[in-house]
């Protein structure tokens, strides 16, 4: 069992910057491939980032491509989203989900998400 804690959310202009972490506890969290969602109001939710076990592979979704980073620090058990030049549209809020599988297709823990509205 995992559990997740994300934070660093909140209100930031347009062209601003914003790191997510996501705190989880559990011996298991260096073995877990972990990824990124977000839900905008009235949409369904969508994959951003995704890092393997131990940071040497990640996949983005096209529409962050170039200004998003996952990282992950397993000795603090924390995976980071770093936004930057953020966009209206990035407005949502953000979830961290581990993948025990690595596979991309099975996030069975989730975190409770933390709020990031972006204004023009």
């Known amino acids: 069992q995992v559990q997740l804690v994300e934070s660093g959310g909140g209100l930031v202009q347009a062209g601003g910057s914003l790191r997510l972490s996501c705190a989880a506890s559990?011996?298991?969290?260096?073995?877990?491939?972990m990824g990124w969602f977000r839900q905008a109001p009235g949409k369904e939710r969508e994959f951003v980032a995704h890092?393997?076990?131990?940071?040497?592979?990640?996949i983005y979704a096209d529409s962050v491509k170039g200004r998003f980073t996952i990282s992950r620090d397993n000795a603090k058990n924390t995976v980071y989203l770093q936004m930057n030049s953020l966009k209206r549209e990035d407005t949502a809020v953000y979830y961290c989900?581990?993948?025990?599988?690595?596979?991309?297709?099975?996030?069975?823990?989730w975190g409770q998400g933390t709020q990031v509205t972006v204004s023009s």
């Open positions: 989900a581990a993948d025990p599988l690595g596979a991309g297709t099975t996030f069975a823990f």
């Open positions: 890092i393997n076990w131990n940071g040497g592979s990640t």
């Open positions: 559990g011996r298991t969290f260096s073995s877990y491939a």
